[in-house]
């Protein structure tokens, strides 16, 4: 498995929600938020923009415009209702694969404590 190849992670959009979740909040921010909180985070702006952007046409959020004093326009990204069921059907699915993982883990480690016995 390559490391340094980026990639769109599944959970990208629950990530995006979760942050929105907060709060109403702009691209740029959402971004920063995702690289300095998330212990693992191999996305980046265009990963981030690209599910905005298919969130909004989903409908689990809605943008507004603000027009600050001075500079450039920001779009707003806004979590709706069904953004929020999104939200907590991410929810459910991501218990799930935790369960799996610690499966995954907990059978693995049984298997290495089994070989480094046999191995004495």
Avoid: C
């Amino acid at each position: 498995m390559k490391k340094n190849k980026r990639y769109s992670p599944r959970h990208s959009p629950a990530f995006i929600l979760l942050f929105l979740a907060g709060g109403p909040n702009y691209g740029g921010a959402i971004l920063k938020m995702m690289e300095e909180e998330i212990p693992y985070f191999l996305g980046d702006s265009s990963m981030v923009y690209r599910m905005l952007q298919e969130l909004e046409e989903e409908g689990a959020v809605e943008i507004e415009w603000k027009i600050p004093d001075t500079g450039r326009p920001v779009k707003y990204y806004y979590l709706t209702t069904e953004g929020w069921k999104q939200l907590l059907e991410s929810e459910d699915d991501i218990r799930r694969r935790i369960d799996n993982h610690l499966f995954f883990l907990n059978k693995l480690q049984k298997e290495k404590e089994k070989r480094t016995n046999h191995n004495n």
